[in-house]
Antibody
Framework: QITLKESGPTLVKPTQTLTLTCSFS??????????VGWVRQPPGKALDWLAL???????RYSPSLRSRLAITKDSSKNRVVLTMTNMDPVDTATYYC??????????WGQGTPVTVSS | DVVMTQSPLSLPVTLGQPASISCRSS???????????LNWFHQRPGQSPRRLIY???NRDSGVPDRFSGSGSGTDFTLKISRVEAEDVGIYYC?????????FGQGTRVEIK
């Protein structure tokens, strides 16, 4: 059974750095074709891809947020970490991690809400 | 970025009746491997998205056969043959051919 779960702070202050962890089970990020990515959804709005990391450590970032994002993996611990710097109230959203299988997202976590406010 | 445009944005439907959602992309979604990377997701309130369809017309495991996807190039359609109460929520198309992957604005399906 494939599961993913996001964890991290629910409240961050403007200008702070957000660190989110995706813990997963049921698959390995060392397997060819596997990736894990992050998607966010502001309240009442649509979904936006943020970043992806693949089994071979290839990384992709949203061009509009590239300068603020970093994604890393620890395959031995089945974890992927996303950091986003210089947080702003417009970054308030639910953040999801999702597994990719040959570049197509299939399984998603339950999401974690993040509010940016002073 | 590839722009995904869905219509309608709101779709009131009668139980047992068919429903159809259109999705258009600003670029062809045919990848270099020849496959077309268009997915459909369903999101119920307070839940994460669930993938229904991948590569235009392939249903995910456990997805009822009343859901079907079709289309090619830049024009795609999700059809529900007979809407059931559990089908309410927001439906998103998503392209996975050009990074960054992008979603449509979403179509809210509700029961009349």
């Amino acid at each position: 059974q494939i599961t993913l779960k996001e964890s991290g702070p629910t409240l961050v202050k403007p200008t702070q750095t957000l660190t989110l962890t995706c813990s997963f089970s049921g698959f390995s990020l060392s397997t060819r074709g596997v990736g894990v990515g992050w998607v966010r959804q502001p309240p009442g709005k649509a979904l936006d891809w943020l970043a992806l990391i693949y089994w071979d450590d290839d990384k992709r970032y949203s061009p509009s947020l590239r300068s603020r994002l970093a994604i890393t993996k620890d395959s031995s611990k089945n974890r992927v970490v996303l950091t986003m710097t210089n947080m702003d109230p417009v970054d308030t959203a639910t953040y999801y991690c999702a597994r990719e299988w040959w570049e197509q997202p299939d399984y998603w976590g339950q999401g974690t809400p993040v509010t940016v406010s002073s | 970025d590839v722009v995904m445009t869905q219509s309608p944005l709101s779709l009131p439907v009668t139980l047992g009746q068919p429903a159809s959602i259109s999705c258009r992309s600003s670029q062809s979604l045919v990848y270099s491997d020849g496959d077309t990377y268009l997915n459909w997701f369903h999101q119920r309130p307070g839940q994460s998205p669930r993938r229904l369809i991948y590569k235009v017309s392939n249903r995910d495991s456990g997805v009822p056969d009343r859901f079907s996807g079709s289309g090619s190039g830049t024009d795609f359609t999700l059809k529900i043959s007979r809407v059931e109460a559990e089908d309410v929520g927001i439906y998103y198309c998503m392209q996975g051919a050009h990074w960054p992957w992008t979603f449509g604005q979403g179509t809210r399906v509700e029961i009349k």
